[in-house]
């Protein structure tokens, strides 16, 4: 039986093929293709049996979760860089800004906007094109208050 290496390397094309379906920034190419062999080898230590399907499976979604990682870090290092002396004073806290719109939004919108900042919108109950609706009347309505 192959080593893990030799196994690994006969993979190599699919690893390649999904880089090219994912149309990854050609600086992204290597360190994705790591990312894959890395799943790959993660894999056979488990003791599974590579095949075609689970190794497509497998390697894309290696990819897939090692890029939404990176985009949640960088998006951490941004937001943290921002210094409080850089803070516009004329910006409202969030606070301030939720109990204002609690006085002038209609209930419904003001929960949901609530649930939006948690990002739990769909555990209101509402069907999805109802609450695509409803964030479209909320938009129109944080628009207008802003002008």
């Known amino acids: 039986m192959p080593d ?11 690893i390649y093929y999904v880089i090219r379906q994912l149309h990854l920034h050609p600086n992204e190419v290597d360190d994705a293709a ?3 062999r890395i799943a790959l080898w993660r894999a056979i230590q488990d003791g599974k049996t590579l095949g075609k399907t689970y190794c497509f499976i497998r390697i894309r979604g290696a990819i897939l979760n090692e890029r939404a ?25 969030l606070s301030l800004w939720l ?5 002038t939004l209609p209930n419904r919108h003001f929960t949901l906007l609530c649930h939006m900042l948690h990002g739990t919108e769909a555990s209101l109950g509402y069907s999805p094109s ?3 609706a409803y964030k479209a009347e909320l938009q ?7 002008e």
Not at 4 to 14: C, V
Not at 140 to 146: A, G, I, P, S, W
Request: charged content about 45%; aromatic content about 2%; overall charge negative.
């Open 34 to 36: 790591q990312t894959a």
């Open 4 to 14: 893990a290496n030799e196994q690994i390397k006969e993979w190599e094309p699919m």
């Open 140 to 146: 129109r309505m944080l628009r207008e208050d802003n």
């Open 99 to 103: 109990d204002d719109k609690r006085s």
């Open 69 to 93: 990682k990176q985009a949640k870090t960088l998006q951490h290092e941004v937001t943290s860089e921002r210094l409080p002396e850089q803070i516009d004073k004329s910006e409202m806290p």
């Open 130 to 132: 109802r609450l695509r």
